[in-house]
């Protein structure tokens, strides 16, 4: 699912369950701090796709260095080296990452220029000192532009970060490489300073810390049965005879969880594609690439 998400806030979202329960609202039988808890079950049922993705540079200090506010899940963190300061007219922050074409040489004044030697020959074959190792092992060239208030840096190379699972946090500090680990809102490295570039999926919460969840019209029925149902069932534990709409809400709540989770889950053309190259690379080398340690005979 890779189309532009829509949020709205818990509140727009308790605003349209009360309407449905509008006796039970008005005499004062619906608490919301109770339906929290079931909009954000439903948030991790839907899982990590519906968190929007976002990027940003942080600091390096005394071996930490402070998560964003809205941090919930690290996708991957990269480590700055070399970069290019430049000063513009602009105010606020904002961090970016740039695909570079391999083929061609950074453009420094009009000119063509390796990133490497600084040689203007556009025929340079210097490997590129920015180029990084993603997940999948596939090279690919990044630009880091980190825009300031008063100055915009460009980080020219970048080198992988590994980051260590809660089982190895012990050792990894101790580790010969760059590595790190994350704990209670910090990334601690065995690095004293620098900067490190992270892509992580954001917590589902606005500016102000309002929970948010999905505007979908078809998931908007999961988050409305999920908390009608456990609206009847505190009706029903308190004495009152609402089993037979719970069967009802109950009934509906099983449709709409796998209308919703199906939605969710689904891939796009994109992301088919990209599993057809995985499975014909996989072919390939079991069955034609095996021969390649033969002498053609």
């Known amino acids: 699912m890779k189309s532009e998400l829509q949020y709205r ?60 506010g809205d941090f919930y899940v690290l996708n991957y963190a990269y480590l700055c080296g070399k970069y290019k300061v430049s000063y513009p007219s602009m105010s606020g922050r904002h961090t970016e990452n740039v695909i570079l074409d391999p083929t061609k040489c950074s453009v420094v004044n009009g000119v063509n220029t390796c990133n490497k030697c600084g040689g203007t020959d556009t025929t ?17 060239y990044v630009q880091v532009v980190e825009k300031r208030k008063h100055e915009v840096k460009t980080y020219e190379t970048v080198e992988k970060l590994s980051i260590a699972t809660s089982s190895g946090r012990i050792d990894a500090l101790n580790d010969t490489q760059k590595t790190g680990y994350i704990k209670n809102g910090f990334i601690y490295t065995n690095l004293e300073e620098g900067s490190v570039f992270i892509s992580y999926q954001g917590a589902l919460e606005d500016h102000d810390g309002n929970l948010l969840v999905l505007d979908h019209p078809v998931i908007n029925e999961y988050y409305e049965y999920a908390m009608k149902q456990r609206i009847l069932e505190n009706l029903y534990i308190n004495g009152e005879d609402v089993s037979q709409k719970m069967q009802l809400i109950e009934q509906r709540l099983r449709g709409a969880r796998n209308n919703a989770l199906s939605i969710v889950n689904t891939p796009d053309f994109a992301e088919m594609y990209k599993l057809w190259e995985i499975n014909r690379k996989a072919q390939y080398n079991k069955y034609y690439d095996m021969f390649k340690s033969t002498d053609g005979v």
Request: net charge negative; with cysteine; hydrophobic share 35%.
């Open 9 to 68: 806030t818990f509140d727009e979202l308790l605003n349209e369950v009360q309407t449905d329960f509008v006796t039970y609202n008005n005499e004062g039988m619906i608490e919301p701090a109770q339906l929290i808890k079931v909009a954000q079950r439903v948030n991790y049922d839907l899982g990590l796709r519906i968190h929007g993705t976002k990027e940003k540079v942080i600091d390096i200090e005394k071996k930490k260095a402070k998560l964003p």
């Open 124 to 140: 340079c074959i210097c490997e590129r000192t920015y180029a990084v190792e993603c997940k999948t092992g596939e090279k690919i």
